[in-house]
């Protein structure tokens, strides 16, 4: 065991302030970049989690969303059909409107009651009215648009008419619950499925089924139809299959494997300029609080083991090998301060998953962020290493 590492793990006290310093240095960056990127994974989770293995955008498309048009002539439909490995293609519809809750005689009695004592009557389960996203699936149990984790009781309870499913996470803001009637641009539905992991922010969304939205007289029956969904016999040959169809396209439209658009999504939510900024500032301020704290734990640390050093000087240890020692110790404080980062990281997304906030890590931020860490714990000290020129041999003869 090395010098560096034994002093550490011996007088541990003293560099607890520097890792609990990085770990929330790290926990801050983190913790914004897996909300960001989980509400895209919210926008996109039943197309993520869908059967589909290519998904077809339009040619000027570089995203699912934030990239350019993605719908594309129905006319591309048949043109994809004539590959011969294509079992499956969808259409992805949807839709938009004004959804309002029903009051059952008892909830309509309360909110009465509290109007008259002078509380809001829309609040607390009284009327609610939200405007809402709508995406549809086929509702036919392993059809390309259903998503892997719906099973198939889900499926038949959004096969019956006007029946819908909402996630939990928006229950409470439309003031619903399963079973419940409400109304969508004035015509009623029934709350059929409450879902699991489909989380979004901004509006809520129903999911219903093709059949439904038709029945609605808001079906897509244009020129025109949205990103089409693709199933093919094997699912490990979607990038040869993906990039014949491109061939096949010959411009017309662009195949993406899943993998390929998931990519894309999260890029172009990092290419917003907002996001951008707010992500800028938290790693700016998570540098500086770092190094500040950091350099200042280890400054003291060295000063309280000065004597310790003078006494390597005075048996011959030189003041490079002493430095040495230093940045060593740095490093090691790096890496159990991104150790200690990844522990507060998972607690936060284990509460954040309780309450139906998504959040979520790509493999290469989380090792951007690991890096930095250990660069912030580095450069901390490098700044330290002033201290040792106090080591001086003839220190230990007062």
């Known amino acids: 065991m090395s010098l560096a590492l034994a002093t550490l793990l011996y007088e541990w006290r003293r560099y607890m302030a ?6 929330f240095s790290g926990l801050l960056v983190l913790a914004q970049v897996g909300i960001f990127v989980g509400i895209g994974k919210g926008f996109t989770a039943q197309i993520d989690r869908a059967r589909a293995d290519i998904m077809v955008l339009g040619p000027g498309a570089k995203a ?14 048949p043109l994809v059909y004539t590959h011969p490995e294509v079992v499956q293609v969808a259409p992805l519809d949807g839709s938009g409107g004004r959804f309002q809750n029903i009051l059952s005689p008892e909830q309509q009695a ?10 809001k009557g829309g609040g607390g389960g009284g009327r609610k009215s939200e405007f809402v996203n709508v995406t549809v699936i086929d509702a036919i149990p392993g059809y390309v648009t259903v998503p892997t984790d719906y099973t198939p009781g889900m499926v038949e309870a959004l096969r019956q008419p006007y029946a819908v499913a909402v996630d939990r996470t928006a229950l409470p803001r439309l003031g619903v619950k399963k079973g419940d009637k409400a109304l969508y641009n004035g015509k009623t539905i029934t709350i059929g499925v409450v879902t699991d992991g489909y989380p979004n922010i901004i509006q809520p969304t129903l999911v219903m089924s093709r059949d439904t939205l038709r029945m609605l007289g808001e079906a897509d029956t244009g020129q025109r139809v949205g990103p089409l969904m693709v199933q093919i016999r094997d699912p490990a040959r979607a990038e040869i299959v993906a990039a014949q169809l491109n061939k096949k396209g010959d411009g017309k439209f662009r195949a993406w494997t899943r993998q390929e658009l998931a990519d894309a999504n999260s890029g172009a939510m990092f290419e917003d300029q907002i996001i951008g900024i707010i992500l800028g500032f938290s790693a700016f301020l998570g540098l500086f609080i770092g190094v500040v704290i950091t350099w200042q734990t280890l ?9 310790e050093f003078a006494s390597l000087r005075a048996l011959g240890v030189s003041m490079g090998d002493l430095r040495n020692i230093v940045m060593e110790l740095s490093f090691w404080v790096g890496v159990v301060g991104v150790l200690a980062s990844g522990v507060l990281t998972w607690l936060v997304w284990v509460i954040a998953t309780a309450n139906g906030v998504p959040m979520a890590f790509p493999p290469v931020l989380v090792g951007v962020v690991s890096i930095f860490l250990i660069v912030i714990a580095m450069l901390s000290g490098f700044l330290s290493l ?3 020129k106090n080591s001086q ?3 230990l003869l007062r």
């Not at 309360?110 to 509380?119: S, V």
């Not at 400054?299 to 004597?307: D, H, L």
Request: hydrophobic residues 50%; charged residues 20%; aromatic residues 2%.
């Open 18 to 23: 520097a890792v609990v310093a990085l770990a």
């Open 64 to 77: 699912l969303f934030n990239g350019g048009p993605s719908g594309l002539p129905r006319r591309m439909i």
């Open 110 to 119: 309360k909110a009465e009651a509290r109007a008259k004592k002078g509380g």
């Open 299 to 307: 400054r003291q640390a060295i000063m309280a083991n000065i004597k």
């Open 386 to 388: 002033g201290i040792l």
């Open 393 to 395: 041999p003839a220190d």
